[in-house]
């Protein structure tokens, strides 16, 4: 019987996983604040460096000019939502791309990717039309 050593795997560091997204053909902004934008086929990503050297992407959207405009689900309709709140309808390549380019970043930095997130683009604001403030009232029994 053969005994192996387990080999110490060296955790490479947020800066070397930004090389690796270089490597894969992203563009890459170092910006001011540590955190790193990412850029390919008018996609983009903020991404950062998390808890225990993991990285993390803050933000994903399609590039409008210089701005990251992010996913918004509306109920009936995705919309881009620039950071100065203006709304853009959603095309069905744009949400194609950025679900590819999500899935792209994931395996760039090595991440985990979800089986929720990998069946679909997901959005993380929600707006729905027929919803707008939550009742305090409580609902009679």
């Given at each position: 019987?053969?005994?192996?050593?387990?080999?110490?795997?060296?955790?490479?560091?947020?800066?070397?996983?930004?090389?690796?997204?270089?490597?894969a053909g992203f563009w890459a902004e170092a910006l001011a604040d540590g955190r790193v934008k990412v850029?390919?086929?008018?996609?983009?990503?903020?991404?950062?460096?998390?808890?225990?050297?993991?990285?993390?992407?803050?933000?994903?959207?399609?590039?409008?000019?210089?701005?990251?405009?992010?996913?918004?689900?509306?109920?009936?309709?995705?919309?881009?939502?620039?950071?100065?709140?203006?709304?853009?309808?959603?095309?069905?390549?744009?949400?194609?791309?950025?679900?590819?380019?999500?899935?792209?970043?994931?395996?760039?930095?090595?991440?985990?990717?979800?089986?929720?997130?990998?069946?679909?683009?997901?959005?993380?604001?929600?707006?729905?039309?027929?919803?707008r403030k939550p009742s305090l009232a409580k609902i009679p029994v």
């Open positions: 019987m053969f005994f192996r050593r387990e080999r110490q795997q060296k955790t490479p560091s947020f800066a070397d996983r930004v090389e690796l997204l270089k490597q850029a390919k086929h008018g996609i983009g990503a903020i991404v950062r460096d998390g808890a225990n050297n993991e990285p993390a992407i803050d933000k994903a959207g399609v590039l409008v000019g210089s701005s990251i405009a992010v996913l918004l689900n509306a109920g009936y309709q995705m919309f881009l939502e620039l950071p100065n709140g203006a709304r853009l309808p959603a095309t069905a390549d744009q949400l194609q791309n950025l679900h590819q380019f999500e899935d792209d970043v994931k395996e760039a930095l090595g991440l985990a990717n979800l089986y929720n997130t990998s069946l679909g683009t997901v959005s993380r604001k929600h707006l729905y039309d027929r919803v």
